[in-house]
T-cell receptor, first 114, second 113 residues
C-alpha cells in the first residue's frame, strides 16, 4: 500500500529565505507526483506536476525535483514571501492504485514571517 | 472560466439527516473524485467515477453515496449511516488516464449540529 509522508509538518521562516519542502513515498511505481497549495478553509491549487520520467519541473519561483528510485520529491520555493504562507501537499498517482487515484501526504504548514 | 464548483461552501446536518453536496465541472473531464479531509489525516478517497453512469468505492465509502448521471456533475450524499460526517469535503476532476493533472474545487465544510 502506497504511503506518502511530508516532514516537517510545520515550518516557519523569515521573509526572503528559500523554502525546502520534502515528500517521500513508499512505492516507486508511480505515474506522476503533484504538488498542491492549500490556503485555510480553501480547496487545493495545483502548483506543479512531475511525470515519472522527469527529474524536475519549474514554474516561476517554484522548482520541484523527483527521485523516483529513492521515493523522494522536494519542492523549492525561492525568496519566500508572506503570501507563500499556506499548507503544501504532495500527492502521487500510483500505477497500482485503483481508479488512478491520488495518495496524499499530510502536508507541511508554512509560515513566512515579514 | 473553466473550473470545478462545489456548493454549498458551508453545510449543517442534523442527526439522522441525509445531505447532498454538489460538484459541477466545465472542464470536460471524464474522471471525477470525492475526497474527505480531516485535520492531521490528509485527504482520503470516498468515491470516484471514470465515466458517466459508472462509479467505484474508494477507501472510506461507508455512509456515503454518489451518482454520475451527467459528465459535468458528481453529487455526494452523506447519509445518516455516516457516524462522523463532520469534515471538509473536496471534489476533484481530471482527464481520463494515468498521466494527468488533478484539479480541485473550493470545498464544502460539513458540520453536524
Amino acid at each position: 500500500k502506497q504511503e506518502v509522508t511530508q516532514i516537517p509538518a510545520a515550518l516557519s521562516v523569515p521573509e526572503g529565505e528559500n523554502l525546502v519542502l520534502n515528500c517521500s513515498f513508499t512505492d516507486s511505481a508511480i505515474y506522476n507526483l503533484q504538488w498542491f497549495r492549500q490556503d485555510p478553509g480553501k480547496g487545493l491549487t495545483s502548483l506543479l506536476l512531475i511525470q515519472s520520467s522527469q527529474r524536475e519541473q519549474t514554474s516561476g519561483r517554484l522548482n520541484a525535483s523527483l527521485d523516483k528510485s529513492s521515493g523522494r520529491s522536494t519542492l523549492y520555493i525561492a525568496a519566500s514571501q508572506p503570501g507563500d504562507s499556506a499548507t503544501y501537499l504532495c500527492a502521487v498517482r500510483g500505477i497500482k492504485a485503483a481508479g488512478n487515484k491520488l495518495t496524499f501526504g499530510g502536508g507541511t504548514r508554512v509560515l513566512v514571517k515579514p | 472560466d473553466g473550473g470545478i464548483t462545489q456548493s454549498p461552501k458551508y453545510l449543517f446536518r442534523k442527526e439522522g439527516q441525509n445531505v447532498t453536496l454538489s460538484c459541477e465541472q466545465n472542464l470536460n473531464h471524464d474522471a471525477m473524485y470525492w475526497y474527505r479531509q480531516d485535520p492531521g489525516q490528509g485527504l482520503r478517497l470516498i468515491y470516484y467515477s471514470q465515466i458517466v453512469n459508472d462509479f467505484q468505492k474508494g477507501d472510506i465509502a461507508e455512509g456515503y453515496s454518489v451518482s454520475r448521471e451527467k459528465k459535468e456533475s458528481f453529487p455526494l450524499t452523506v447519509t445518516s449511516a455516516q457516524k462522523n460526517p463532520t469534515a471538509f469535503y473536496l471534489c476533484a476532476s481530471s482527464v481520463q488516464g494515468a498521466n494527468t493533472e488533478a484539479f480541485f474545487g473550493q470545498g464544502t465544510r460539513l458540520t453536524v449540529v
